[in-house]
């Protein structure tokens, strides 16, 4: 056990310490770093927060206040509003870029409901939502506290399934977004540290040292620390990224407050942790076992290519999961482990998963997993020492 853990650590650390190790780990949550802050930064000096005027010809908002404007992180969520006596002022404050639009409310208003903009340029459609808000709280004023806020808030939807309390609030799609997120993320990881893993492997294998270090240890120990020493290296950089994500997650809470009535709760994050593991053990296996039996890099790098691409396969029917997510064919991705990890956290935004569904696929991901690290460790005794010929699956499956 003791020659295991030499190699495991030497096996980890070797790989850990690497100056491109290090520069792939940060490399990606910078980049999204980056695009996310140059996104934000971009929507925000794009934004026009300047006041909207409105001059009133009805007679019923004569004694309206003006309406400060309203922050909700680093956003304008509510212009300023404020009264015009007559037309010709409200032109002028127009021209002279005071306010970016300015409105009309006509005589026959409370029969009609009319209302007449003039603007320069086009007007963000919220300018007018803000703008249709703040005439409805004046005419409710004198209203019934309860009332008046009910009526101004509007129902809030909220979808309730029949066998379950899960709801889905219409109010908050983040969440599906945050689940499509989630599994590009795994995506990346799953590419970034598998073609390292791959690589490893492969080098490992080119180089040829392990003849002599298998003079000193069995192979069992040497397979072992080597195997799960690679995986270790790439769910390192998994729960790093995971842990960035997290941080990142904090942030939007406070620059975005709407983030936090998405309604992801524990029950999401640990279904993310117990089908994105066992899938990422059970392709970091497969490219361990395709850089056992390869003969070189290249070889390795396009055979390893048709693992992870089946992951993505949920993308290109997102509109069908979506449409219908207790269908056969989101049901069928639910149970093939390449497509699983995708699957099941969209299905789980859009509907009540049944609680076998779940266990059944975890189950399948996990012996899955476990098959591919079996296949993995015949590969490697049987592949690591031979050179230039191919080592076939028929191999890898005849008993010995």
């Known amino acids: 056990m003791n020659k295991f853990w030499i190699v495991f650590s030497h096996e980890y650390l070797r790989h850990v310490k690497r100056k491109r190790f290090i520069l792939g780990l940060i490399s990606i949550p910078l980049f999204m770093a980056v695009i996310m802050g140059v996104s934000i930064l971009a929507a925000a000096l794009s934004e026009d927060n300047r006041p909207v005027g409105f001059i009133d010809q009805s007679g019923l908002f004569k004694d309206a206040q003006p309406q400060p404007a309203k922050r909700s992180g680093l956003f304008v969520t509510h212009v300023k509003i404020v009264p015009f006596a007559n037309e010709t002022e409200a032109r002028n404050a127009l021209d002279d870029g005071e306010i970016q639009a300015f409105y009309i409310i006509q005589p026959d208003y409370y029969a009609t409901g009319n209302v007449k903009m003039i603007a320069q340029d086009s007007v ?90 298998l003079t000193s240890l069995s192979t069992d120990q040497f397979m072992a620390g080597k195997i799960f020493g690679n995986l270790s290296v790439g769910l390192t950089q998994l729960l790093f990224w995971l842990l960035m994500a997290g941080v990142a997650a904090l942030f939007a809470l406070r620059a975005f407050p709407d983030l936090r009535d998405v309604g992801i709760g524990f029950s999401f994050f640990s279904l993310m942790a117990l089908t994105f593991l066992p899938a990422f053990v059970m392709i970091a296996a497969l490219m361990t076992m395709v850089g056992s039996t390869a003969t070189e890099s290249r070889e390795a790098q396009q055979i390893a290519g048709l693992f992870s691409l089946p992951i993505a396969i949920p993308f290109w029917f997102i ?52 098959a591919s690290i079996w296949l993995a460790s015949r590969a490697f005794r049987l592949g690591m020492l031979r050179y230039g010929k191919k080592l076939t699956l028929a191999e890898i499956l005849r008993p010995r």
């Open 319 to 370: 509109a069908a999961i979506m449409e219908n997510p207790n269908g056969p064919l989101a049901i069928g991705f639910s149970f093939f482990p390449f497509t699983a990890p995708m699957t099941l956290p969209l299905r789980s935004m859009l509907t009540n998963l049944p609680a076998w569904q779940v266990g059944l696929s975890i189950g399948i991901l996990i012996l899955a997993a476990a």
């Open 124 to 213: 963000d459609s919220d300018i007018h939502r803000d703008f249709s808000e703040y005439l409805l709280a004046h005419l409710l004023k004198n209203e019934n506290p309860t009332i008046r806020t009910r009526i101004l808030e509007g129902p809030e939807l909220v979808l309730r399934t029949f066998d379950s309390d899960q709801q889905f609030n219409s109010r908050n799609p983040f969440g599906f977004l945050i689940a499509i997120f989630s599994g590009v993320i795994f995506m990346l990881a799953v590419n970034t540290s598998g073609g390292y893993l791959l690589q490893a492997v492969v080098e490992e294998k080119e180089n040829r040292t392990m003849e002599v270090v």
